[in-house]
């Protein structure tokens, strides 16, 4: 439905949406009702945390309508052609962990967990809450103070939702009984997290403009904020509670920790933080290599591979392992371990490798004969492989889920050493890497950052890791796989050949009406 809108310049009829559509498009009709299903559903213990969730959920709505409505330059170098996404991405991660909380919540009523399981997952709600009011604070301030529309009601109105939601989260934790630390320490540990997230997407946005919208720069600096203060968390336990209380991870749920899940965010956190010592490496090295004579300088490239290579195995051999061992207590090198474990079972495991292995290398070869060689749009293209993400891991997640748990840790661990090396430009892997990957992107990806085969791997794997322990939805751990590799590429294909509406405003996406 349109409304007739009469502007006075040129005295001619314009149509435009009503004000009602324009401010629920399709993304955030669907995150509002997925809200308020869930706020349906809370316990009255949970109340508190489902009003924190409503307040956080209206203040990133109305600071997203203030940047999609603005026609002014916006305050980011953000991917083009892409919405903000705030809304998406504030509220994404709280309310997974909300919904966790509620499935935990059945499983206690029935005596079939501890209560030490639900104390840590309500620090780790109220702490993603906390990120995620920090960078909407900051994005509603950042858009207050700029001089493109400083007094938009957008902002304030963000701004008081997110001081009432402050109140009432320092409220529930101040008076909390659930989670076993002092006051103070849980409201410093809620706001490192929302100090860290802010720092964070900062520092993101910087390093690499126009590589993603403002909402997936929050959700990526939101989970990678609460999966290193988890891995800190525990280490501080083992460091004899030197940053928190001894009582806020207990033995019995320390003990549900498997082996599978330390190795996995170990690995990934040490290959996130490597980057930093990569760049100090290399600039000593640079700067040895310009005080030396010029013809020494042939053998740069040469000397950047060997300092890559010494140092990412020194990180992945010494001090990522040391690190698992001393959190979790392995009884042998990590790395072992998991020799250990795939060969408990050879004949299935070593087979599901290889049928992996033929998987990817014909659709590999395949598809980029195909990318190289036709005219089909890489969006189209790019979706054969969420069809071949259900072919390769729909029968591993019902014959091996646990394998598949590993398979996935050390296929993020591939990816992520895969994008350093093409990212710096690592002799003599780097351009060929380049040149393969810009085979696949499209204008959502940028040369400074291809993100879109980390959003496939983790739509598929992250329902499955948050599955793991307490669970009474059978399916919720198809839902990744599913969703993206059957629904996503149908959508993607018939609203791109059939489609006549945009999802929203200012994305590409259509669908059929």
């Not at 054969?384 to 590993?406: E, S, T």
């Not at 879109?452 to 499955?464: E, K, M, T």
């Not at 996503?488 to 609203?495: E, I, L, N, Y």
């Amino acid at each position: 439905m349109r409304d007739l809108i009469l502007f006075p310049r040129k005295t001619r009829f314009w149509w435009r949406p009503s004000m009602a559509t324009s401010f629920l498009n399709g993304e955030r009709a669907v995150v509002v009702f997925f809200i308020g299903i869930l706020f349906y559903s809370l316990p009255p213990s949970l109340l508190f945390h489902g009003v924190a969730l409503s307040l956080l959920t209206l203040a990133s709505f109305s600071l997203e309508i203030s940047f999609d409505s603005s026609n002014s330059p916006s305050l980011f170098r953000t991917r083009p052609g892409a919405s903000s996404g705030i809304l998406l991405g504030a509220v994404t991660l709280p309310s997974l962990l909300l919904s966790k909380l509620v499935q935990l919540s059945r499983g206690f009523s029935l005596d079939q967990l501890q209560l030490q399981e639900i104390q840590y997952l309500t620090l780790q709600y109220w702490a993603t809450s906390a990120s995620a009011c920090s960078v909407v604070l900051f994005l509603a301030f950042a858009r207050r103070r700029s001089s493109l529309s400083p007094s938009h009601w957008g902002a304030r109105f963000s701004l008081c939702s997110i001081f009432l939601g402050i109140l009432i989260s320092v409220a529930a934790l101040a008076t909390t009984s659930q989670i076993g630390m002092h006051p103070a320490l849980k409201l410093a540990w809620v706001f490192c997290h929302g100090l860290a997230s802010v720092k964070l997407i900062q520092h993101f946005l910087k390093t690499f403009p126009s590589c993603a919208s403002i909402g997936e720069a929050f959700l990526v600096t939101s989970g990678i904020v609460l999966y290193f203060f988890d891995m800190l968390l525990l280490t501080t336990k083992k460091l004899h509670g030197l940053l928190v209380s001894s009582e806020s991870v207990t033995a019995e749920y320390e003990t549900s920790r498997s082996e599978i899940s330390i190795i996995i965010q170990g690995l990934v956190l040490g290959l996130l933080l490597y980057p930093i010592a990569l760049k100090y490496f290399l600039q000593i090295w640079e700067w040895s290599i310009n005080t030396s004579p010029a013809g020494a300088r042939r053998y740069h490239e040469i000397g950047r591979t060997v300092i890559f290579l010494a140092s990412l195995g020194f990180v992945l051999i010494v001090i990522v392992p040391s690190w698992m061992q001393f959190v979790k207590g392995f009884h042998v090198h990590p790395f072992f371990w998991v020799i250990s474990f795939v060969f408990s079972e050879p004949s299935k495991r070593l087979s599901m490798c290889i049928y992996w292995m033929c998987i990817i290398c014909v659709s590999v070869l395949r598809f980029y004969n195909i990318s190289k060689n036709s005219k089909i749009e890489r969006i189209l293209l790019r979706k054969y492989y969420h069809l071949m993400a259900v072919l390769m891991f729909l029968p591993a997640l019902i014959f091996q889920p646990k394998f598949l748990d590993l398979a996935f840790g050390a296929a993020l661990a591939i990816f992520l050493m895969l994008e350093i090396i093409r990212v710096w430009r690592i002799w003599p892997l780097g351009q060929p890497i380049n040149q393969f990957m810009n085979a696949f992107t499209d204008h959502r990806d940028s040369d400074l950052l291809i993100v879109s085969h980390f959003s496939l791997l983790l739509g598929c794997a992250l329902p499955i890791w948050m599955s793991t322990g307490y669970n009474d939805r059978p399916l919720a751990p198809f839902a990744g796989i599913l969703s993206l590799g059957i629904g996503d590429t149908m959508a993607s294909m018939v609203g791109h050949k059939y489609g006549v509406l945009r999802w929203s405003k200012t994305g590409s996406k259509y669908f059929h009406c």
